[in-house]
């Protein structure tokens, strides 16, 4: 959402990549996409959607729960996936961190010089995460021996930092996307209901 909303690229430390970026699944490779918003980024990849029973035609504008496990996937193949259109050998991939894959080295250091550099840190904002996962979670402890505040934004109350919350740590217990407009209110000023709703939905 970030990115989206014009916050400066140079500031922004994505430790797990973007969605939004696109690469070549094959190793030595080099195809590189950024900020690709295409959804689907091949159409047999789109979300299934309700079909109209008078006319068999699909609606749009209702996509199915797809993680619903009643709901019936499109059988697919290897040549339904796109093609990297630079060897055509790979296939494109999401630009993110995969379970077994190594963290960016050079984003890693990024925030660990940032986090060195500054004598005091005021508060630290975790939202949306359990918090439990290093080495984002140790984020948490070097920002509160430089004096950090904690507040954490989470639907679930058991989502708490590893290292407990202390006295004027703050739990904001519910949907980041309410509460924040709601925190950030001084500084951005009030949203408009509309804006809300697309925050809500991810739109941003
Ligand atoms: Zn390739």
Not at 45 to 67: F, K, Q, V, Y
Not at 89 to 116: C, H, N, S
Not at 129 to 144: N, Q
Request: aromatic fraction near 8%; include cysteine; charged fraction near 30%.
């Amino acid at each position: 959402l970030s990115p989206r909303a014009g916050h400066p690229q140079e500031s922004l430390k994505l430790l797990h990549g973007s969605l939004f970026d696109v690469k070549c699944s094959e190793f030595f490779c080099k195809y590189f996409e950024r900020n690709n918003y295409t959804d689907p980024i091949v159409p047999a990849l789109a979300i299934p959607t309700e079909e109209d029973p008078t006319t068999n035609e699909a609606i749009a504008a209702r996509e199915l729960d797809i993680a619903d496990e009643n709901v019936d996937l499109p059988e697919l193949t290897i040549r339904h996936l796109p093609r990297c259109p630079s060897c055509k050998k790979g296939l494109l991939r999401p630009g993110v961190v995969w379970f077994g894959e190594m963290l960016p080295k050079d984003v890693l250091q990024d925030i660990e010089t940032w986090m060195g550099e500054e004598d005091h840190i005021d508060l630290i904002m975790v939202i949306g995460t359990s918090a439990k996962v290093y080495p984002a979670a140790g984020y948490v402890d070097i920002a509160r021996e430089r004096g950090a505040r904690v507040a954490v934004i989470n639907i679930d109350r058991s989502d708490a930092p590893s290292s407990g919350m202390y006295k004027g740590d703050w739990f904001f217990e519910g949907d980041a996307a309410q509460i924040l407009p709601e925190l950030l209110k001084d500084v951005t000023g009030e949203l408009k209901e509309e804006q809300m709703k697309d925050l809500a939905e991810g739109r941003t």
